[in-house]
């Protein structure tokens, strides 16, 4: 079988052991098939009565913690986990699957993939999933910026996930072309947008910290719903268009 990266990976034919250092694939495990999850990260807070190990977070893995808990298969993301502790579970003889989705649509098949080999099944709230996503906004379009962090100031940029989100409900990011995924930015140095998009993750946006630094409408919005894929796609049309109003 092989991950998002073209990898092969040795999944067993039956997978009784799962640790999943990826919030949204957490999710999406343990609604399918929770008792095969017996590690994640602190980050992995849905559901929200998730009882397993913990092994610290996304950039800095407790791999002696993970090998202890002898997974059958290490579920992570190219973008959420670092290479080199990637690298370490392999080295140490785990299966490491990897996903590495940049639209809805990609998301949407990585999931069904890394379900079928981990849990053997489809479940029933992909396919909802892939209904609700299934036709664009036929509303007007506005052209939004998009920030993720403070401090220093950073935004979406290219070939983002949540940023195809958002363009299927009629938000175009004003930095979909630039040369990084994720560009510091000046302020005072944009071009022409209409509304400002603030996710409470990775950084806690907030109605009191983020909306008074631009003189454009900011929408405060969840950011699990933005940028998590898994069972909360289900829902997060119609979260999301109702926080952008």
């Known amino acids: 079988m092989r991950d998002d990266l073209g990898t092969v990976v040795a999944v067993p ?3 009784r052991r799962v640790v999943s250092i990826v919030p949204s694939l957490t999710e999406a495990i343990a609604v399918t098939r929770r008792e095969l999850l017996v590690g994640a990260t602190d980050w ?3 559901p ?6 913990r092994v610290r977070g996304t950039k800095n893995p407790d791999l002696e913690m993970i090998r202890e808990l002898a997974p059958d298969v290490v579920i992570a993301n190219a973008e959420e986990n670092r290479e080199a502790d990637l690298d370490a579970l392999r080295a140490a003889g785990l299966a490491v699957w990897v996903t590495a989705p940049t639209t809805v649509a990609e998301s949407l098949d990585s999931l069904q993939r890394m379900l079928a080999a981990v849990t053997g099944e489809v479940p029933q709230w992909l396919d909802q999933a892939r209904e609700v996503w299934s036709t664009p906004s036929a509303g007007p379009r506005r052209r939004a910026l998009i920030p993720v962090w403070r401090r220093p100031w950073m935004a979406l940029g290219r070939d983002t996930f949540a940023g195809d989100l958002l363009q299927r409900l009629g938000i175009d990011n004003v930095l979909a072309q630039s040369p990084e995924r994720y560009p510091k930015i000046d302020l005072t140095a944009l071009p022409e947008y209409d509304v400002v998009v603030l996710p409470d ?3 806690a946006f907030s109605p009191t910290d983020g909306p008074e630094a631009f003189e454009r409408p900011a929408f405060c919005v969840s950011g699990r719903h933005l940028t998590w894929y898994g ?3 289900v829902e997060a049309r119609a979260v999301l268009t109702e926080q952008l109003q």
Not at 48 to 53: A, P
């Open 44 to 46: 992995c807070t849905h």
């Open 48 to 53: 929200e009565d998730l009882d397993v190990t």
């Open 231 to 233: 069972p909360s796609l």
């Open 201 to 203: 993750e990775p950084y």
């Open 13 to 15: 034919s039956r997978v």
